[in-house]
């Protein structure tokens, strides 16, 4: 059991004001796994105080001191990678492997990037006599979401950290035994009191203070549209910065000449592994309709062959959904695809056999799908494709392009030349060709209602960052 009752302000653990803890469970088992403080106004209140004293002096350290202070983060990362991984695991139920292999490193990479970035950044140019500087924008308010919470805790946090930023992290409320070890991490190497400050609770209480609280100078938030529409309104009359990093429904052009593998291969990489809860997850497939039923007959049996089940065991490869809502709201589009006359080609309704007591759903397929269609539309987060037929190459980047998201999209073809053409007529953040691995050094976010602004690379360091002109003198 998890016991984490108390909230880090100021450089120490510190009782929150007010509320009983907000008990967690395993997404697997469905048994309780610990407790986390709730913290209220009171608590954000003391935590954007000491982030404002910090900010007077780390503000002024050279990017030099800056680079030494997230060396000695990286390397108390590094020491309690495992205890992260574990933590994935257990508060929302991906493969340990997966925790191993793709949440931690991406965590770790982000921590890596911001060092590199930094190091080379230019604050300041000269354009003749006058000076553009680039200074930090004041105290960060960070608000993450669940399904990435050691590559976007990181993430947000190196950046802040890189710009001379001081920081609040508000996690999601299923996801904080990672972020109580980031801010071990924090403690033990050495940052500064009230440099770095942690304050779980609930959106709705934290989130919204920190949205609102005029001593915030910028907001980075990830999660949903509708979560997205609120922070901006809390912060609007403050006029504070607010990057927002939202959902898809992103696309995946399987050109003519489609090699299936990387086709095949992106959809388990960015969909199945994640159990489909991934913002940029390829939801929408589309497939010359001469080689529906060839794709059909590659992609099937490999998802049938998925191994669905305990997060712990070294076999699995696709653990449960986070949450029963999460499992609801599946369900639910399951349905809706059924109702709606797509043809369901594998998965469907209900939890695999065997495995009742967690969160689990099975791998799903819809063919014949239209692209108005609620399944193609809206958001699922859960492993459920739409596979679309088209008929020409233009048809095919007008379906891609008919959706209110852009965060990212997939094109594969074996011809380069001509897969890059198609990509770049995506209107979306980031296009992945032939299932190429992520790069966590280029930024990232969305088009459209995916979002505004960008993280990670330089361009993740400049939101964090305020320019000011020095003319004359
Ligand atoms: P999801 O649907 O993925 O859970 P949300 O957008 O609800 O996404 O949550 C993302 C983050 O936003 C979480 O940390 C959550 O606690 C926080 N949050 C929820 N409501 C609010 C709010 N009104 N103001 C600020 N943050 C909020």
Redesign the pocket.
């Known amino acids: 059991m998890r016991e984490h009752d108390m909230l880090y302000i100021d450089g120490a653990w510190r009782e929150p004001e007010q509320g009983d803890p907000l008990e967690l469970t395993d997404p697997a088992t469905r048994e309780v796994t610990g407790r986390v403080a709730l913290g209220g106004e009171a608590d954000v209140e003391r935590a954007v105080a000491a982030a404002v004293r910090a900010f007077d002096s780390y503000s002024q350290t050279s990017p030099d001191e800056r680079v030494e202070l997230l060396k000695s983060i990286l390397g108390e990362f590094d020491r309690r990678a495992e205890d992260l991984a574990q933590a994935v695991t257990e508060e929302m139920g991906a493969p340990l492997a997966l925790a191993r292999g793709a949440h931690v490193p991406t965590g770790r990479g982000q921590l890596a990037s911001a060092i590199e970035i930094l190091r080379k950044y230019e604050f300041s140019e000269l354009r003749g006599s006058t000076e553009i500087r680039q200074e930090p924008l004041g105290v960060a308010g960070l ?5 990435f919470p050691v590559l976007q805790v990181a993430g947000k946090t190196a950046s802040a950290l890189a710009a001379g930023c001081t920081v609040v992290l ?4 299923l996801t904080p035994y990672s972020a109580v070890i980031t801010a071990e991490i924090m403690d033990a190497a050495g940052v500064p009191a009230g440099v770095f400050n942690l304050v779980t609770g ?3 209480v934290v ?2 203070a920190l ?1 609102s609280h005029p001593d915030v100078g910028v907001i980075s ?4 549209l ?2 997205a529409g ?2 901006t309104i ?1 912060a609007a009359p403050t006029m504070k910065r607010v990057h927002t990093e939202l959902g898809g429904k992103s696309p995946h052009i399987l050109l003519p000449d489609a090699d299936f593998g990387p086709a095949v291969r992106t959809v388990y990489d960015w969909m199945m592994a994640m159990t489909g809860q991934l913002c940029s997850a390829p939801t929408r497939t589309l497939v010359p309709r001469s080689r529906l039923e060839e794709f059909l007959s590659v992609l099937v049996p490999s998802l049938e062959a998925l191994k669905v089940g305990d997060p712990r065991s070294p076999e699995t490869e696709m653990g449960p959904l986070v949450s029963d809502q999460q499992w609801q709201k599946v369900q639910h589009y399951i349905q809706r695809g059924l109702d709606s006359g797509a043809r369901l080609v594998t998965g469907g309704l209900g939890k695999p056999a065997g495995l009742e007591a967690g969160h689990f759903v099975k791998p799903t397929v819809f063919a014949d799908v239209t692209n108005d269609m609620v399944i193609a539309r809206e958001e699922i987060f859960g492993p459920v494709m739409s596979v679309i037929a088209y008929d020409t190459v233009d048809e095919a980047v007008a379906i891609a392009n008919d959706t209110p998201f852009g965060l990212a999209g997939y094109v594969v073809g074996s011809d380069l030349h001509k897969a890059r053409a198609v990509a770049s007529r995506i209107r979306a953040g980031y296009i992945v060709i032939n299932d190429a691995e992520f790069d966590w050094t280029a930024p990232w976010g969305g088009y459209k209602q995916s979002g505004n602004g960008r993280e990670f690379g330089p361009e993740g360091l400049a939101a964090y960052l305020e320019t000011k002109v020095l003319c004359g003198g």
């Open positions: 608000i993450t979401p669940w399904n508000k996690p999601a409320e609930l959106g709705s989130g919204n949205s938030f990830t999660g949903s509708e979560t609120r922070v809390a």
